[in-house]
C-alpha cells in the first residue's frame, strides 16, 4: 500500500500555470504505474494524465495534451504535473493515484491508492 499526497493548487487566471506534486509514502513509488485525475463539481472524476512505472510510457487526456506534463522522480518518491495554458475548464480538485498493475490507465477502477485532492481554480 501506498500513502499519496497532493499540493501545489491553487488559483490562476486563464492561460497561467501550476505545477501539481504527489509526494508518495510507504511502498515504494517505483512499483506502481502513477495517474492523474480531476474531478470538477457535479461531475464525475475523470482522467487526466498516466505515467508507466519507469517513466518511459505516458498518456493523456485528449484535453490536456500539448498543455500538460506528467513526470516522476521515483529517488524522491514524487509524481508531477506541469500545467501550462490553463483553462477555466480545467477548475477541478485534482487527484493523484497508484496502480500496481494496469493495462487501462484511463480507468478509476485500476487504481488501488488515492490522495486527498488539491483544488485548482482557473478564472477567465
Known amino acids: 500500500q501506498v500513502q499519496l499526497v497532493e499540493s501545489g493548487g491553487g488559483s490562476v487566471q486563464a492561460g497561467g500555470s501550476l505545477r501539481l506534486s504527489c509526494v508518495t509514502s510507504?511502498?515504494?513509488?517505483?512499483?506502481?504505474?502513477m495517474g492523474w485525475f480531476r474531478q470538477a463539481p457535479g461531475k464525475e472524476r475523470e482522467f487526466v494524465a498516466y505515467?508507466?512505472?519507469?517513466?518511459?510510457?505516458?498518456d493523456y487526456a485528449d484535453s490536456v495534451k500539448g498543455r500538460f506534463t506528467i513526470s516522476r522522480d521515483n529517488a524522491k518518491n514524487t509524481v508531477f504535473l506541469q500545467m501550462n495554458s490553463l483553462k477555466p475548464e480545467d477548475t477541478a480538485v485534482y487527484y493523484c493515484?497508484?496502480?500496481?498493475?494496469?493495462?487501462?490507465?484511463?480507468?478509476?477502477?485500476?487504481?488501488?491508492?488515492w490522495g486527498q485532492g488539491t483544488q485548482v481554480t482557473v478564472s477567465s
Open positions: 493515484a497508484a496502480a500496481f498493475f494496469t493495462n487501462r490507465p484511463a480507468e478509476v477502477s485500476s487504481y488501488g491508492d
Open positions: 510507504g511502498r515504494a513509488v517505483s512499483s506502481y504505474g
Open positions: 505515467i508507466s512505472r519507469g517513466g518511459v510510457i505516458t
